[in-house]
């Protein structure tokens, strides 16, 4: 199991920017790597996720051309990007890896292994 530690979150008024990064304690390169999110009273949902390369990413639609996922498996590390943020965006952002599973997979069901999350909160 692989922790991760989620990081970069805060408050931002609507069209700001953040970036959250997530950081962990195995290397990165063995894993699928992915970022969800949980709005008050919504379920948990896939943002985007990266190939263990970091070749090709993968978004939900509403964050295309917004966000970006990227990685530095030196660092071991994983960032998510946000710029234009909405009021929707409003939640606790989540890291998630998956070591077996292809990154696109990561779009219909989570990998096992979750950070503590970071809440990002928009103002308007």
């Known amino acids: 199991q692989v922790k991760l530690v989620e990081s970069g979150g805060g408050l931002v008024q609507t069209g700001g920017s953040l970036r959250l990064s997530c950081a962990s304690s195995?290397?990165?390169?063995?894993?699928?790597m992915g970022w969800f999110r949980q709005g008050p009273g919504k379920e948990r949902d896939f943002v985007a996720s990266?190939?263990?390369?970091?070749?090709?990413?993968y978004y939900t639609d509403s964050v295309k051309g917004r966000f970006t996922i990227s990685r530095d498996n030196g660092k071991n590390t994983v960032y998510l990007q946000m710029n234009n943020l909405k009021p929707e965006d409003m939640a606790v952002y989540y890291c998630?890896?998956?070591?077996?599973?292809?990154?696109?997979?990561?779009?219909?069901?989570?990998?096992?292994?979750w950070g503590q999350g970071t809440q990002v909160t928009v103002s308007s």
């Open positions: 998630n890896a998956d070591r077996s599973r292809a990154a696109g997979l990561l779009a219909r069901s989570a990998g096992p292994d």
């Open positions: 990266i190939t263990r390369s970091g070749g090709r990413t």
């Open positions: 195995r290397p990165l390169s063995e894993y699928a």
